[in-house]
C-alpha cells in the first residue's frame, strides 16, 4: 500500500519558517518517476497549488510564495521537502502533497493535469504571534 506522509507543521510567528516534508513508503514505490507538488488548504476556501517539482527537478512556484518558498526533493531517501521562510499569517492551512506520474509541474499546480494518484493526509501550518 502506497503512503505519502507529510511531517513538519506546527504553529510559527509571522517571519517565522518551517520546513515541510512528504516521504513516500510502499512496496517497490519509488518518487523517481512522479512530480510531487505541495497544496494547501485554508479554512473556507478552495484546495491550492503551493509548488511542485518535477521528475527532472523542473519547478513552479504559486505568485503568492516565489522567493519565500523553496520546494526540492531527495530520490535516494524517498522525500520532498519544502522549505517556507517568512511566513504570513495568509499562509496558515493544511498543506497536502500529491504525486502524479510523469506531470508537467505547472498542470500540477494549477490542477489542470488530470488528477493526481497520490495524496497525503496533511500537516497543519498556522502562522500567528
Known amino acids: 500500500q502506497l503512503q505519502l506522509v507529510e511531517s513538519g507543521g506546527g504553529l510559527v510567528q509571522p517571519g517565522g519558517s518551517l520546513r515541510l516534508s512528504c516521504a513516500a513508503s510502499?512496496?517497490?514505490?519509488?518518487?523517481?518517476?512522479?512530480?510531487i507538488g505541495w497544496f494547501r488548504q485554508a479554512p473556507g476556501k478552495e484546495r491550492e497549488g503551493v509548488s511542485c517539482?518535477?521528475?527532472?527537478?523542473?519547478?513552479h512556484y504559486a505568485d503568492s510564495v516565489q522567493g519565500r518558498f523553496t520546494i526540492s526533493r531527495d530520490n535516494a531517501k524517498n522525500t520532498v521537502y519544502l522549505q517556507m521562510n517568512s511566513l504570513k499569517p495568509e499562509d496558515t492551512a493544511v498543506y497536502y502533497c500529491?504525486?502524479?506520474?510523469?506531470?508537467?509541474?505547472?498542470?500540477?499546480?494549477?490542477?489542470?493535469?488530470?488528477?493526481?494518484?497520490?495524496w497525503g493526509k496533511g500537516t497543519l501550518v498556522t502562522v500567528s504571534s
Open positions: 500529491a504525486a502524479a506520474q510523469d506531470s508537467p509541474v505547472q498542470a500540477m499546480c494549477t490542477m489542470t493535469n488530470g488528477g493526481m494518484d497520490y
Open positions: 510502499g512496496f517497490t514505490f519509488t518518487l523517481d518517476y512522479y512530480a
Open positions: 517539482i518535477s521528475m527532472s527537478d523542473g519547478t
